[in-house]
T-cell receptor, first 117, second 111 residues
Framework: NAGVTQTPKFQVLKTGQSMTLQCAQD?????MYWYRQDPGMGLRLIYY???????DKGEVPNGYNVSRLNKREFSLRLESAAPSQTSVYFC????????????????FGPGTRLTVL | RKEVEQDPGPFNVPEGATVAFNCTYS??????FFWYRQDCRKEPKLLMS???SGNEDGRFTAQLNRASQYISLLIRDSKLSDSATYLC????????????FGKGTMLLVSP
């Protein structure tokens, strides 16, 4: 089992360029998440998907779009990158199911280090 | 507003020392609590869940005080390999739950 995989590992963009960060999990998890981590800010939730076909905004969704392509894959798109989006992006997954009250451990991918010039 | 606050650190301790991390959370309806560990330039990984009665896993002990909205992590007999950033994490359940992470406290264990 690879767990959660992310591509690319590193990316440098110019302001205004677009790109898609890819994430896949092989644990048959229902829920998937995208976070960004900045120095001094901790991990902040961008978007999440509680099940295939559904997505919801997290704490910092502006400037991003997501697609839950199928149960395995959850992509994050930057349509017009800005320097403020320079960050480390983590994808995560868990067994959590909408409507259930208990939380499940989240498993993280290795991250994508994005620099926007 | 920041919902989860942690000691900023870094904590520099010698091998064998006991070190304690504290964390407070602002949402009294928070229902699940965790400590995650993050090594330098790596992804976070679950260290342990925190239960109301307190729980222990080897050298690690986690405590929860709901009345004070306070969580702690105690590491006994520190090892070099314990050097990492420790993230306090809480979850609030309302139909669906997401995690709120603290900024983390860095621990450096020296020989």
């Amino acid at each position: 089992n690879a767990g959660v995989t992310q591509t690319p590992k590193f990316q440098v963009l110019k302001t205004g360029q677009s790109m898609t960060l890819q994430c896949a999990q092989d644990m048959n998890h229902n829920s998937m998440y995208w976070y960004r981590q900045d120095p001094g800010m901790g991990l902040r939730l961008i978007y999440y998907s509680a099940s295939e076909g559904t997505t919801d905004k997290g704490e910092v969704p502006n400037g991003y779009n997501v697609s839950r392509l199928n149960k395995r894959e959850f992509s994050l798109r930057l349509e017009s990158a800005a320097p403020s989006q320079t960050s480390v992006y983590f994808c995560a997954s868990s067994e959590a199911v909408a409507g259930e009250s208990h939380n499940n451990e989240q498993f993280f991918g290795p991250g994508t280090r994005l620099t926007v010039l | 507003r920041k919902e989860v606050e942690q000691d900023p650190g870094p904590f520099n301790v010698p091998e064998g020392a006991t070190v304690a991390f504290n964390c407070t959370y602002s949402n009294s309806a928070s229902q699940s609590f965790f400590w995650y560990r993050q090594d330098c330039r790596k992804e976070p990984k679950l260290l342990m869940s925190v239960y109301s009665s307190g729980n222990e896993d080897g050298r690690f002990t986690a405590q929860l005080n709901r009345a004070s909205q306070y969580i702690s992590l105690l590491i006994r007999d520190s090892k070099l390999s314990d050097s990492a950033t420790y993230l306090c994490v809480v979850s609030y359940h309302s139909g669906y739950s997401t995690l709120t992470f603290g900024k983390g406290t860095m621990l450096l264990v020296s020989p």
